[in-house]
T-cell receptor, first 116, second 114 residues
Framework: AQKITQTQPGMFVQEKEAVTLDCTYD???????LFWYKQPSSGEMIFLIY??????QNATEGRYSLNFQKARKSANLVISASQLGDSAMYFC?????????????FGKGTKLSVIP | NAGVTQTPKFRVLKTGQSMTLLCAQD?????MYWYRQDPGMGLRLIHY???????AKGEVPDGYNVSRLKKQNFLLGLESAAPSQTSVYFC?????????????FGPGTRLTVT
């Protein structure tokens, strides 16, 4: 079974609108971390936001927020007031303890296109 | 502060040739990782290291070897390249194995094997 599932291969959003990118995860650990990364067409991986499994409040970083629903095992990324520069691939990832160390497992990504 | 750097940025190999990808970080991080990214597959972990002199296998280790002789460097080797190893390779590092620490990524190396 996939540990991280991103069901939206591609999404479109109008500039200045909000958009939600879906992510569900699968783990039996109580302690884990959830991350979102952005990959623009230039190729680099840019860290956006982190949510710990024990964090009671949803994480926020500027225009990014993480809608964390632990019982449903979902960690959706919400981008408010979309900008043209938000067009990119977005990857959800989970960090959990595996084999004695902490490893990051990535989803397959969602390609977001912002329309002017 | 350069962060994580990768050498080279691009490389074309013929089947059967060998090469080494170099990753260097100047943040004194303990953990280092090598990933490959293929279209539609996200990033998959090849090998990782939890400290100088240590290495361990990730999800897709076959056909690759690694070494971590110095804390700041993590080398990825392909002894006999195959077309299936055509991919973009990313190196990453993190301060330790804590759940909350993000991984810092290098710019990537685009490798084509013909």
């Amino acid at each position: 079974a996939q540990k991280i599932t991103q069901t939206q291969p591609g999404m479109f959003v109008q500039e200045k609108e909000a958009v939600t990118l879906d992510c569900t995860y699968d783990t039996s650990d109580q302690s884990y971390g959830l991350f979102w990364y952005k990959q623009p067409s230039s190729g680099e991986m840019i860290f956006l936001i982190y949510q710990g499994s024990y964090d009671e409040q949803n994480a926020t970083e500027g225009r990014y927020s993480l809608n964390f629903q632990k019982a449903r095992k979902s960690a959706n990324l919400v981008i408010s007031a979309s900008q043209l520069g938000d067009s990119a691939m977005y990857f959800c990832a989970m960090r959990e303890k595996e084999g004695g160390s902490y490893q990051l497992t990535f989803g397959k990504g969602t390609k977001l296109s912002v329309i002017p | 502060n350069a962060g994580v750097t990768q050498t080279p940025k691009f490389r074309v190999l013929k089947t059967g040739q060998s090469m080494t990808l170099l990753c260097a970080q100047d943040m004194n991080h303990e953990y280092m990782y090598w990933y490959r990214q293929d279209p539609g597959m996200g990033l998959r972990l090849i090998h990782y290291s939890v400290g100088e002199g240590t290495t361990a296998k990730g999800e897709v280790p076959d056909g690759y070897n690694v070494s971590r002789l110095k804390k700041q460097n993590f080398l990825l080797g392909l002894e006999s390249a195959a077309p299936s190893q055509t991919s973009v390779y990313f190196c990453a590092s993190s301060p330790s194995g804590s759940i909350s620490y993000e991984q810092y990524f290098g710019p990537g190396t685009r490798l084509t094997v013909t």
